[in-house]
């Protein structure tokens, strides 16, 4: 079966996850995550790719990324060859870290950009974490303010969209599931997370990129 068509072009907001082959975990203490979080850092700096926002599982991990030259593989080659070259060296392994191809899934920013933010946030609760801003390992706690954006984490587009932290905050924390919440726990996320005119509309600015 033929992998889905990736759509690249400028400008292109994602959601972007992955995670341990065979469900290995590729954190294994705070100096895994500390070094993943500087190949992520080097990474977006060489491709000129944003970061919105990030959380580290123990076998996964989630981010919201923005292209602004359309170059979503570049960047993903990068960090995914420079963490996995870390992670082999330091634990004496050979061999593959993560599954084959991340999953990225372009999102219709006008319409979803903050829900899907919010989900990246509450990832934690899935695994029993109940206070978000005390998780060390996202970016949540630079949203409310607590701790000091990295020079390389944009947070002030997401946060006008609610109105600032206070805001943003009430977003993050509400228990109740949103339309994007439930497309997710269904097990099959889409590649494109957006309307069919969004769909056909990213498909053109993807080919006109590529020419």
């Known amino acids: 079966m033929p992998r889905p068509l990736r759509i690249q072009y400028p400008g ?6 992955n995670r341990g082959a065979s469900r290995q975990n590729i954190f294994r203490d705070v100096h895994d ?3 993943f979080l500087v ?22 991990y989630h981010l919201l990324l923005r292209t602004p030259n359309g170059n979503l593989d570049t960047m993903m080659h990068l960090l995914g060859r420079n963490y996995a070259r870390y992670f082999n060296d330091r634990y004496d392994l050979d061999g593959r870290l993560c599954t084959d191809r991340y999953f990225p899934i372009l999102v219709d920013s006008d319409r979803y950009l903050l829900a899907v933010s919010r989900y990246i ?5 899935a695994f029993g974490i109940t206070s978000l801003g005390d998780y060390f390992w996202s970016s949540y706690a630079a949203y409310l303010g607590n701790r000091r954006p990295q020079e390389w984490l944009h947070v002030d587009f997401t ?22 919440d439930l497309v997710y726990s269904s097990g099959k996320p889409p590649h494109v997370l957006g309307p069919e005119q969004f769909r056909q509309a990213a498909i053109a600015k993807a080919s006109e990129a590529s020419r």
């Open 159 to 180: 946060l006008s969209l609610a109105g600032g932290a206070r805001g943003y905050e009430s977003v993050v924390e509400s228990p109740l599931p949103t339309e994007i």
């Open 12 to 17: 292109a907001w994602y959601h972007v996850m």
């Open 121 to 125: 946030h509450r990832n934690p609760t």
């Open 39 to 60: 190949c992520l850092a080097s990474a977006a700096s060489r491709t000129e790719v944003e970061v919105h926002a990030y959380v580290l599982m123990g076998n996964h």
């Open 33 to 35: 995550r500390r070094d």
